[in-house]
């Protein structure tokens, strides 16, 4: 069996599961391939999956690929949108081969040289991996949180991950959103910066909620 149709049916059972979708009927209507059933037949006999009833679900192997392959996949996005500042439409199509071809120290690479995103461009988690955790800045990574970021320098900001979802808009109406040109000026007690010719100081918590690349 094909190993990339097994891998983009694990990548959609993923996807379902994240919305709390487990229905075996679900997953073959969502499906694009051909041959649904015969690739469903050859997950399980790989002992990727368990289906009971009407209910598919991930075996411990097969939810560590999918796992894998959705790091990949996001972070192949990211890496896309925020560093090669690719259109949308592109991203998904290439994002969509980098998955398969990635190996575990290269996305690891990644990763680190992204600054470990916990989303991708669209909202997403990145599942976490191991270079998240030892998270120590070796290599300078090109996108950093602005609550790291040297003062005085320009950057772009790139995304905002707010731990509040009501934060977004009000950073938006600061003109704190993706694409803003900042020049980080105080860290503490507050985080103040530029956007243009206004100054805002923020509170440091949420600068570590926003996440910039140095401008050149
Ligand atoms: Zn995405
Ligand atoms: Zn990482």
Redesign the pocket.
């Given at each position: 069996m094909d190993k990339e149709r097994i891998d983009e049916a694990l990548e959609l059972l993923w996807l379902l599961h994240e919305e709390d979708h487990h229905s075996l009927n679900r997953f073959r209507l969502s499906s694009e391939d051909n041959d649904v059933d015969a690739i469903t037949l050859a997950m399980r006999a790989e002992g990727l999956v368990v289906i009971h009833e009407d209910t598919i679900q991930f075996t411990d192997k097969g939810f560590a690929l999918a796992r894998g392959l959705i790091r990949r996949l996001r972070l192949a996005e990211r890496l896309f949108t925020d560093v090669f500042e690719m259109p949308d439409d592109t991203v998904i199509t290439d994002a969509c081969k980098m998955e398969h071809i990635l190996s575990e120290e290269l996305t690891?690479s990644v990763?680190?040289f992204l600054g470990?995103p916990p989303t991708c461009p669209h909202g997403k988690p990145i599942p976490?991996?191991e270079?998240?955790k030892k998270?120590k800045v070796e290599v300078e990574p090109v996108v950093t949180r602005l609550s790291e970021f040297e003062v005085g320098s320009k950057g772009r900001i790139v995304f905002i991950v707010p731990k509040e979802s009501s934060r977004l808009s009000k950073l938006n109406s600061l003109g704190i959103t993706a694409g803003s040109i900042v020049r980080l000026l105080q860290r503490s007690p507050s985080c103040v910066l530029q956007i243009d010719e206004t100054t805002i100081a923020i509170d440091p918590e949420i600068a570590k909620e926003i996440y910039v690349k140095k401008a050149m």
């Amino acid at each position: 069996m094909d190993k990339e149709r097994i891998d983009e049916a694990l990548e959609l059972l993923w996807l379902l599961h994240e919305e709390d979708h487990h229905s075996l009927n679900r997953f073959r209507l969502s499906s694009e391939d051909n041959d649904v059933d015969a690739i469903t037949l050859a997950m399980r006999a790989e002992g990727l999956v368990v289906i009971h009833e009407d209910t598919i679900q991930f075996t411990d192997k097969g939810f560590a690929l999918a796992r894998g392959l959705i790091r990949r996949l996001r972070l192949a996005e990211r890496l896309f949108t925020d560093v090669f500042e690719m259109p949308d439409d592109t991203v998904i199509t290439d994002a969509c081969k980098m998955e398969h071809i990635l190996s575990e120290e290269l996305t690891d690479s990644v990763c680190t040289f992204l600054g470990h995103p916990p989303t991708c461009p669209h909202g997403k988690p990145i599942p976490r991996g191991e270079c998240c955790k030892k998270y120590k800045v070796e290599v300078e990574p090109v996108v950093t949180r602005l609550s790291e970021f040297e003062v005085g320098s320009k950057g772009r900001i790139v995304f905002i991950v707010p731990k509040e979802s009501s934060r977004l808009s009000k950073l938006n109406s600061l003109g704190i959103t993706a694409g803003s040109i900042v020049r980080l000026l105080q860290r503490s007690p507050s985080c103040v910066l530029q956007i243009d010719e206004t100054t805002i100081a923020i509170d440091p918590e949420i600068a570590k909620e926003i996440y910039v690349k140095k401008a050149m």
